[in-house]
DNA sequence: TTGAAAGCGGTACCAC
DNA sequence: GTGGTACCGCTTTCAA
């Protein structure tokens, strides 16, 4: 006998085996636990708990197989599951490093949603502070199916996710990025209609706030320069959302002569609408104001509060745009306008 | 030479192996590649990568591993790498069911945001209808090394995900359970608060906004019965987030009689207490108004809002006891009260 | 109808 | 200093 079995020599046929494995009192359970425990092999354990169709256990087995799953409480290894399959059916999406208002996380949060319900795993991972092709390598570790890669993550980045397999990489922003889906949304688009109403008024001069807090000027700096766009002399409003400086930068527009105001959102409106009456000026007669994202808020204010309306995709629709590209990884990546800017004029300008 | 290996036994020598399996063009890159390129064992790849300080490589072999890891972008598979280790990062988080006010939803972005920072990785998963006990086992399949359990999850399903190999599991929610540390979070204390305080200004009948919002209940509920627990007669009054139900809701305040009203939040109350005001009645005069959550829009309307400021721990405190449970799984569970209310009175009362 | 066993990708122990 | 290799838990041929 040439061939020896590496763990037991044939030299001592009657060395015992290590005794059966026993899992230990207070060890997950495992599959094999579970086919010991009803008397099977752990492939049939696999075969009765997916209810593999190529494959017909007879009903005792099944039952026993059962049983003794439950028995164990039993409940299988998804790393374990997915190393076997060669794939995951995670989804990465990133954490607004900022609160983001509450249009865009009811965005996200509908996203999220509906990605369970097409039975994906949303993993939410934070930027950490490190670079977005960074952060890459970090993402790719997890071997996600699909990515919403964060603005800032560049080609890259892109590149070293599709490698590791991510069958689907889509990036919302303002600018496309190489051989990723792009769903666009470019932000100056709310400037510019804020602006062409404001200039339609007569406004020639517009300030524009730009929130002081930090994270917001991936949202402000596009509307600023949509602003720009339309060719209107557009005064950067820098505003922290507090009532003390709400005031300086009301009574910074009163001394600017600023008779328009485009107040970044709804909510910075609200504040500087306020501080601008308690100043003693009238909207809109003395100061018009447009805010955006049409919040409930902006039509309970006196005078109601002209906005503009975002428009963004259903989380739903969303979700299943990355089910599609994963099932058709083969797809040209697309790029598409997905956010909408109309206006909603009401009594504030 | 006695040992020989298995793949080749020593009666067909020149059965040539199957082809050194060279990873297909496109492939993700294993450490099996790296070692490859570099010429080295996978254990050394092992080494270098992982900067194991019990294991001295010498730096031309390090730079070589380096090298080669870079250029075949090399990123390793956390599933393959938990699978070995017995253990994964994963802290699991559930989804709020309903777009949660921004309070407490600023409250989880922080918590994920800090757990991040720790090195965790948060997965926030859809409770998807399927109820808590029964989604503890889509949990457990993660093998998550702690779990904030959503309200609704039994002691069964707390069980479950402790057997699967959870280190903590913590509760967040009105009321504890069984072998989990509970953060509790009684918003019953936020009625009492509201309704003490108007008791004390005068008002025996109180009417008290139900959100008609689904997912809402969860809140509402327990703060209603806070009222109630202070002897005031509370009058339920169900309000969808709209202006044509305020109005409704407001005429009914009038024909009630109802001299105050506990509004659920901020929110609502400025949808009420504009309703209240357009159909002509003075607030606090005829009727006081009282919200929660100290929003920042409470200040700025007028009259200023009365309201409950809610605390919640921060973020960071808590992602640093998710830290120290799983450090030390043994803890005791432990029960907290995190939740403190308390009055901010302004003018609307 | 069932079982044995090969691996998925890494890690870490033990030899050399 | 390095290499060989068992093993983590599961799926899936291939044989019996």
Same mark, same amino acid.
């Given at each position: 006998?040439?061939?020896?079995?590496?763990?037991q020599?044939?030299?001592?046929?009657?060395?015992?085996?290590?005794?059966?494995?026993?899992?230990?009192r207070?060890?997950?359970?495992?599959?094999?636990?579970?086919?010991?425990?009803?008397?099977v092999?752990?492939?049939?354990?696999?075969?009765?708990?997916?209810?593999t169709?190529a494959?017909?256990?007879s009903?005792p087995?099944?039952r026993?197989?059962?049983?003794?799953?439950?028995?164990?409480?039993?409940?299988?290894?998804?790393?374990?599951?997915?190393?076997r399959?060669?794939?995951?059916?995670i989804?990465?999406m990133?954490?607004?490093?900022?609160?983001a208002?509450?249009l865009y996380?009811?965005?996200l949060?509908?996203l999220q949603?509906?990605?369970?319900?097409?039975?994906y795993?949303?993993?939410?991972?934070g930027?950490? !502070?490190?670079?977005g092709?960074?952060?890459?390598?970090?993402?790719?570790?997890?071997?996600?199916?699909?990515?919403?890669?964060?603005?800032?993550?560049?080609?890259?980045?892109?590149?070293?996710?599709k490698r590791? !397999?991510?069958k689907?990489?889509?990036t919302?922003?303002?600018?496309?990025?190489e051989?990723?889906?792009?769903?666009?949304?470019?932000h100056?688009?709310?400037?510019?209609?804020?602006?062409?109403h404001?200039?339609?008024?007569?406004?020639?001069r517009i300030?524009?706030?730009?929130?002081r807090?930090?994270?917001?000027?991936?949202?402000?700096?596009?509307?600023?320069?949509?602003?720009?766009?339309t060719?209107?002399?557009?005064v950067?409003?820098?505003?922290?959302?507090?009532?003390?400086d709400?005031?300086q930068?009301?009574s910074?527009?009163?001394?600017?002569g600023l008779?328009?105001?485009?107040?970044?959102n709804?909510?910075?409106?609200?504040?500087l609408?306020?501080a601008?009456?308690?100043?003693?000026?009238?909207?809109?007669?003395?100061?018009?104001?447009?805010?955006?994202?049409?919040l409930?808020? !902006?039509?309970?204010?006196?005078p109601?509060?002209?906005?503009?309306?975002?428009?963004?995709?259903?989380?739903?629709?969303?979700?299943e745009?990355?089910?599609?590209?994963v099932r058709?990884p083969?797809?040209e990546?697309?790029?598409?306008?997905v956010?909408?800017?109309?206006?909603?004029?009401?009594?504030?300008?």
């Amino acid at each position: 006998m040439v061939q020896i079995p590496k763990q037991q020599p044939a030299q001592q046929p009657s060395a015992p085996k290590a005794p059966a494995k026993q899992s230990a009192r207070g060890a997950v359970p495992t599959s094999a636990d579970v086919a010991r425990l009803a008397g099977v092999s752990r492939a049939t354990v696999s075969y009765v708990l997916n209810n593999t169709s190529a494959v017909r256990i007879s009903e005792p087995t099944r039952r026993r197989v059962h049983e003794a799953a439950k028995e164990l409480g039993y409940v299988p290894h998804a790393a374990a599951r997915s190393l076997r399959a060669g794939h995951t059916r995670i989804v990465l999406m990133p954490t607004p490093e900022v609160p983001a208002g509450p249009l865009y996380s009811g965005f996200l949060n509908e996203l999220q949603w509906a990605l369970s319900r097409l039975d994906y795993t949303v993993v939410q991972y934070g930027s950490v !502070g490190v670079g977005g092709d960074d952060a890459a390598r970090a993402w790719a570790e997890l071997r996600p199916v699909a990515v919403l890669a964060p603005v800032g993550m560049g080609p890259d980045g892109i590149a070293v996710l599709k490698r590791s !397999g991510a069958k689907a990489v889509i990036t919302l922003g303002p600018a496309p990025v190489e051989d990723a889906h792009a769903l666009l949304m470019d932000h100056r688009e709310v400037g510019r209609v804020a602006a062409e109403h404001l200039l339609a008024r007569g406004h020639r001069r517009i300030g524009v706030v730009m929130p002081r807090e930090e994270g917001l000027d991936a949202f402000a700096e596009p509307r600023l320069a949509g602003v720009r766009a339309t060719g209107a002399d557009a005064v950067p409003l820098p505003l922290a959302y507090e009532e003390e400086d709400a005031a300086q930068v009301a009574s910074r527009i009163s001394e600017l002569g600023l008779g328009a105001v485009f107040a970044y959102n709804d909510e910075y409106a609200m504040l500087l609408m306020r501080a601008v009456q308690d100043a003693g000026c009238a909207v809109p007669g003395d100061v018009a104001v447009i805010g955006a994202d049409d919040l409930m808020l !902006g039509r309970l204010l006196r005078p109601r509060l002209s906005t503009v309306r975002i428009d963004l995709p259903s989380g739903r629709e969303l979700a299943e745009l990355v089910d599609r590209l994963v099932r058709d990884p083969a797809a040209e990546p697309e790029v598409r306008d997905v956010m909408g800017a109309t206006l909603v004029r009401r009594e504030s300008t």
